[in-house]
């Protein structure tokens, strides 16, 4: 029993938001942004598009696309970085939403840029147990209301962009169509280095009644050591898995890294010797859409025509946590 991607769908709402618009928030500029990430553009939800209603749309997609209804799906693997409710999971409500007659478990993973590449690990490894057939993976993200838009907060708030990714992950005995192999990792000691770290419930209260929003309810990152780890953490794994299936970067048809600065991967290919053709970017139109970049990515180098059933195909991510992974799979 293997399991393999069927389909995929994405959103991203219409809210164009160039970097020249980000200019008028706060100290920054366009030249700045391109040259240091190259992102040009991003997308901003509008009141009324949510974590959920985004997910659903990318969901449907998938489904259409599949020629499938959502209760042809056995299981819900939700993943975001910020959900519609502090609980429950936004998993439940996709369950909801999507209109499903059959109680299917919904799991909600807490896993940042490498969500993704966990989900499919996870999702592979309970289709090859037999315990479900057919997995909806979903990454949606709503970046764009938690973030600090003036100078203080530029660093993070010119990177991440909002929007929605879905793949449906199913059985199959098609040797020529499969996930192939995943390995995931974390290092904990620099959870703090990239984070949101309140509201607490290690603040008694939780919430102070008196004092506005400070800096801590909005992302906090360390660029520079998350840059080099993304770069060295890439380069590693990727090698590890070609390594431990016998394969070289030579044998790989496509490359789908994550979204988070296209000098970071420019540099895992330049480390692999691997050409500049074997990937496809989104960033610069979408930013960085933290769960939902593999699968955005992905879908759009599939429709261009850049991949192809067969391909051998790797995706790898880094991200918060400091977690990391890559999956290999061929299409
Ligand atoms: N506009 C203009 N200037 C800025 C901005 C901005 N938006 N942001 C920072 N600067 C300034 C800094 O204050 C600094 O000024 P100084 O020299 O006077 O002190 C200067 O620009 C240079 O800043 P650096 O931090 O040295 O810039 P760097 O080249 O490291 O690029 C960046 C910063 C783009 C954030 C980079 O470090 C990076 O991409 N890091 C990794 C991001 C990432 O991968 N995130 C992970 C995914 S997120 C997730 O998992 C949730």
């Known amino acids: 029993m293997n399991s393999r991607i069927v389909s995929t769908g994405m959103y ?3 809210k164009v938001v160039t970097n020249f618009d980000l200019e008028k928030m706060m100290d920054t500029s366009d030249d700045w942004i391109k040259q240091r990430s190259g992102i040009k553009e991003r997308r901003w939800v509008e009141p009324g598009e949510t974590t ?3 997910a659903a749309k990318a969901s449907l997609q998938a489904l259409e696309r599949a020629n499938l209804k959502p209760d042809d799906i056995d299981m819900i693997i939700f993943g975001c970085l910020v959900s519609d409710y502090i609980f429950p999971g936004t998993g439940c409500l996709l369950q909801k939403e999507l209109g499903f007659t059959r109680t299917i478990p919904a799991l909600d993973i807490r896993n940042q840029c490498s969500g ?3 989900s499919i690990s996870l999702a592979d490894a309970l289709i090859k147990s037999g315990q479900y057939k057919r997995i909806l993976i979903v990454g949606s993200e709503v970046h764009s209301t938690s ?10 708030s010119v990177l991440f962009g909002d929007g929605a990714g879905a793949m449906i992950v199913e059985s199959c005995d098609n040797s020529q169509s499969k996930i192939i192999d995943s390995e995931l990792h974390s290092e904990g000691q620099y959870a ?4 949101i770290l309140k509201p607490s419930p290690n603040d008694f209260p939780r919430l102070k009644a008196d004092s506005g929003p400070g800096a801590e309810i909005y992302p906090y990152m360390d660029g520079k050591l998350v840059f080099k780890n993304a770069v060295i953490r890439m380069t590693e794994v990727m090698k590890n898995i070609l390594n431990r299936n016998s394969l070289t970067t030579k044998d790989v048809d496509f490359v789908i890294a994550h979204q988070a600065n296209m000098r970071i991967n420019q540099m895992v290919l330049n480390q692999l010797e691997m050409p500049f053709e074997k990937t496809h970017h989104t960033l610069d139109r979408y930013g960085n859409t933290t769960m939902a970049t593999i699968p955005i990515t992905f879908d759009e180098a599939v429709l261009l025509g850049k991949i192809k059933r067969g391909d051998l195909v790797v995706f790898v991510a880094f991200g918060a946590g400091f977690t990391w992974g890559a999956n290999l799979l061929r299409y």
């Open 147 to 156: 973030l600090d838009k003036t100078t203080r907060g530029r660093d993070v």
């Open 192 to 195: 703090e280095s990239l984070a």
């Open 52 to 54: 959920l209603s985004m």
């Open 12 to 14: 991203v709402p219409p």
């Open 116 to 118: 993704f590449v966990y």
